[in-house]
C-alpha cells in the first residue's frame, strides 16, 4: 500500500517563531488532509489539500502532487500550537476510499 | 459548521464485554468509516461502509467488530467481546464521496477513549 512518512518526528519551538512539517508519499493522490491532533486527542482537520496551497490565518498548506510531498506551515507559533501533525492520503489508483496516515509530527511550542 | 458526533466521549469496559460505539455522520454524506489510535501511535483504518454494506476493511477488523446503520443518521461499531488490546481512541469519519470518483476531504468526530481493564 502507498507510504506516508512525516518529518521532522519531534519539533520544538520557541512562542514566535515559524515552521515547517513535511509529508512525504509515494504514489499519486487524490486526497492529502493535514490534521492536528490536540492534547484530549480530537483530531481537527486543518486543511483538504490534495493540490495547489491553502492558508488559514496563521497556518498554509502546498501540495505538489507531481513530486508526492505537502508542506505545512506555521507562522508565529503559539503554545495552542503544541500537539501532533498527522498527514493522511487516500492514493489516485484503487476503488478503496480509505485514508492512510503518516506517524505524525510531536509539535511542543515553549513559551 | 456541519459535525461528525461521537458517542460517548470515553468508555470503560471488563475485559470480555460487549460495546458499541456511536456516530452520528453528517447528513449528506454517503461514505462512513471507523479509525482507530492506539496511544501513541497513528490512526489507523478498520473499515469504510457505504450503500449500507462494507465497502472495505482492514487485518485489524476481524470476526469480533462488526458495524451498523440502524436507521437513517446512526452509524454503530459492536465489538463483541474486548480484549485488553482494544484499549483505544476510535474515530468516526464521514465523507460525501469515495471510492473511485473525485474524492473530498473526509470529516472526523472527536473520538471515543475506549479503555478495556
Known amino acids: 500500500g502507498i507510504q506516508v512518512e512525516q518529518s521532522p518526528p519531534d519539533l520544538i519551538l520557541q512562542e514566535g517563531a515559524n515552521s515547517t512539517l513535511r509529508c512525504n508519499f509515494s504514489d499519486s493522490v487524490n486526497n492529502l488532509q493535514w490534521f492536528h491532533q490536540n492534547p484530549w486527542g480530537q483530531l481537527i482537520n486543518l486543511f483538504y489539500i490534495p493540490s495547489g496551497t491553502k492558508q488559514n490565518g496563521r497556518l498554509s498548506a502546498t501540495t505538489v502532487a507531481t513530486e508526492r510531498y505537502s508542506l505545512l506551515y506555521i507562522s508565529s507559533s503559539q503554545t495552542t500550537d503544541s500537539g501532533v501533525y498527522f498527514c493522511a492520503v487516500k492514493p489516485t489508483i484503487g476503488a478503496n476510499s480509505k485514508l492512510t496516515f503518516g506517524k505524525g509530527i510531536t509539535l511542543s511550542v515553549r513559551p | 459548521e456541519p459535525e461528525v458526533t461521537q458517542t460517548p466521549s470515553h468508555q470503560v469496559t471488563q475485559m470480555g464485554q460487549e460495546v458499541i460505539l456511536r456516530c452520528v455522520p453528517i447528513?449528506?454524506?454517503?461514505?462512513f468509516y471507523w479509525y482507530r489510535q492506539i496511544l501513541g501511535q497513528k490512526v489507523e483504518f478498520l473499515v469504510s461502509f457505504y450503500n449500507n454494506e462494507i465497502s472495505e476493511k482492514s487485518e485489524i477488523f476481524d470476526d469480533q467488530f462488526s458495524v451498523e446503520r440502524p436507521d437513517g443518521s446512526n452509524f454503530t461499531l459492536k465489538i463483541r467481546s474486548t480484549k485488553l488490546e482494544d484499549s483505544a481512541m476510535y474515530f468516526c469519519?464521514?465523507?460525501?464521496?469515495?471510492?473511485?470518483?473525485?474524492?473530498?476531504?473526509?470529516?472526523f468526530g472527536s473520538g471515543t477513549r475506549l479503555t478495556v481493564v
Open positions: 469519519a464521514s465523507s460525501e464521496m469515495g471510492g473511485r470518483r473525485t474524492p473530498f476531504g473526509c470529516t
Open positions: 447528513s449528506n454524506h454517503l461514505y
